[in-house]
């Protein structure tokens, strides 16, 4: 049997903006972070994509992604992140050496949740005594795992608000 163990409160983080940025370029940068630490795994981290068009260019986007880091045959770690994209459009920038760049408008929400997950199959088949073995020295693992899979999903977060703040297109609040 699997347990979770929440580094953020189960309904996960929010990180919220509105205003102007490129999509594009956050999208990639969030998937570059997490493939970088061992969680992205292309052909299976997104679960759900749904885009619902309205009439002047505008959509509503929803992604899901879970993404999975095995750490060992007990511990996996888990960033899971949901996007929620409201009233979207495309929009162009004038940029200061007279180019053009298109961005996009709107309201955007990340939702991060992270969790260590414990357990395996191969856990279930143990004899009771190396089941007690196997709680004695977990347990401190287990925290150590913890306090590692919390900074890193605090980088995660921070290297968002920064785009959000800092970001080369970003306008708004």
């Known amino acids: 049997m699997t347990t979770n163990e929440y580094v953020t409160p189960p309904r996960g983080i929010k990180l919220k903006w509105k205003g102007m940025l490129d999509l594009d370029l956050l999208y990639k940068e969030i998937k570059r972070w997490l493939e970088d630490k061992g969680f992205f795994k292309e052909q299976t981290s997104e679960k759900k994509y749904t885009e619902r068009k309205y009439p002047g260019g505008i959509k509503n986007v929803y992604i899901n992604w879970k993404n999975e880091n095995k750490v060992s045959d007990y511990f996996r770690y888990h960033i899971d992140v949901d996007f929620l ?3 979207i459009s495309d929009v162009e920038l004038q940029l200061p050496d007279g180019n053009k760049k298109k961005v996009q408008k709107g309201d955007f929400e990340i939702k991060i949740m992270a969790y260590v997950q414990t357990g395996s199959e191969e856990w279930d088949k143990m004899k009771a ?3 007690m073995y196997y709680n004695l020295i977990i ?3 287990l925290e ?3 306090r590692d899979l919390y900074d890193k999903t605090y980088k995660f977060q921070v290297m968002i608000k920064d785009f959000f703040i ?8």
């Open 166 to 173: 800092k970001g080369e297109f970003a306008e708004g609040g």
């Open 144 to 146: 150590a795992y913890q």
């Open 139 to 141: 347990r401190r693992r």
């Open 129 to 131: 005594l190396e089941k």
């Open 85 to 87: 994209l409201l009233g």
